[in-house]
């Protein structure tokens, strides 16, 4: 499985931001794909995800602010982050694994993409 993570960049606080993940074909009905990010500083942090039955699951910080989806044909998983904060900075990564939201350790995984808020 490949993942490629894109549609960071620099935004004020309170703006919005949508990351777009390109999943290649090889499981992808079969995928937990999770959002993970990794602030200076701080542990990765599990921020979103989909399971292959549908199932979100977000982190509190980002609970009614940022939607996880993918595209009718699974190619593409999506973060859409509304109402950005100063602490939502940090390098965004797409993680996919097979065993379900359960498993914290994915197979596969992006290169990252850096999303900045400033005041």
């Known amino acids: 499985v490949q993942l490629m993570e894109s549609g960071g960049g620099s935004v004020e606080t309170g703006g919005s931001l949508r990351l777009p993940c390109a999943i290649s074909q090889q499981y992808k009905d079969n995928l937990c794909l999770t959002w993970f990010r990794h602030a200076p500083g701080k542990e990765r942090e599990r921020v979103a995800s989909l399971d292959s039955d549908g199932t979100m699951n977000y982190s509190e910080p980002v609970k009614g602010r940022f939607t996880i989806s993918q595209d009718n044909a699974k190619n593409t998983l999506y973060l859409q982050m509304n109402s950005l904060k100063a602490e939502d900075t940090g390098t965004y990564f797409c993680?996919?694994?097979?065993?379900?939201?359960?498993?914290?350790?994915?197979?596969?995984w992006g290169q990252g993409t850096l999303v900045r808020i400033s005041h």
């Open positions: 993680g996919a694994t097979l065993g379900g939201y359960s498993n914290y350790q994915m197979e596969w």
